[in-house]
T-cell receptor
Framework: QKEVEQNSGPLSVPEGAIASLNCTYS??????FFWYRQYSGKSPELIMF????GDKEDGRFTAQLNKASQYVSLLIRDSQPSDSATYLC???????????FGTGTRLKVLA | DTEVTQTPKHLVMGMTNKKSLKCEQH?????MYWYKQKAKKPPELMFV???????INESVPSRFSPECPNSSLLNLHLHALQPEDSALYLC?????????????FGSGTQLSVL
């Protein structure tokens, strides 16, 4: 059974701090890794994707991938109250549409 | 442009009704999907149309039936649903990026079955 695990939270951070969200996966054949943000009652929005080991930065977001440890993380710098949402980690085998989603981590940024 | 358009946004139906959910994308994506999401749970894949081929999650009951009239449109026909089918129904399409598929979701249809 292929699994993606996330801490459900809530993870509470003060405004302006760095929020660190973590995800582990079981399938070593996984090739693509995605982070989605989902506000309550809304649909998931793709915010980051990473395919290679290392860090990938986009604005305030950094995705980190370590395939040897089967670990992917998302850092949000200068967290804002508007970042408060559930963050879903998704993992897919290379070249396939078969995503496996984690259960999500709820992030609360306190003003 | 990463827009996937879904209608209606909200739907309330009785257990004897027949209704359809509609989804449209004009990004040239060749794969489209239906997902179901219950509150505080991750999305669950129901159906995929990828390059005109349908793939089905075998656990999806036959009261849900997908239809793909062309590569830009995807419908989900609903018939004789049960209250436990109440959920957020998400359409998505995917863009091939190197060897990977990037998934983009529509805004969803919040379905309530009475």
């Amino acid at each position: 059974q292929k699994e993606v695990e996330q801490n459900s939270g809530p993870l509470s951070v003060p405004e302006g701090a760095i929020a660190s969200l973590n995800c582990t996966y079981s399938d070593r054949g996984s090739q693509s890794f995605f982070w989605y943000r989902q506000y309550s009652g809304k649909s998931p929005e793709l915010i980051m994707f990473i395919y290679s080991n290392g860090d990938k930065e986009d604005g305030r977001f950094t995705a980190q991938l370590n395939k040897a440890s089967q670990y992917v993380s998302l850092l949000i710098r200068d967290s804002q109250p508007s970042d408060s949402a559930t963050y879903l980690c998704a993992v897919a085998e290379g070249g396939t549409y078969k995503y496996i989603f984690g259960t999500g981590t709820r992030l609360k940024v306190l003003a | 442009d990463t827009e996937v358009t879904q209608t209606p946004k909200h739907l309330v139906m009785g257990m004897t009704n027949k209704k359809s959910l509609k989804c449209e994308q004009h990004m040239g994506h060749r794969a489209m999907y239906w997902y179901k999401q219950k509150a505080k749970k991750p999305p669950e894949l129901m159906f995929v149309y990828s390059y005109e081929k349908l793939s089905i999650n075998e656990s999806v009951p036959s009261r849900f039936s997908p239809e793909c009239p062309n590569s830009s449109l995807l419908n989900l026909h609903l018939h004789a649903l049960q209250p436990e089918d109440s959920a957020l129904y998400l359409c998505a399409s995917s863009q091939r990026d190197r060897a990977n598929e990037k998934l983009f979701f529509g805004s969803g249809t919040q379905l309530s079955v009475l």
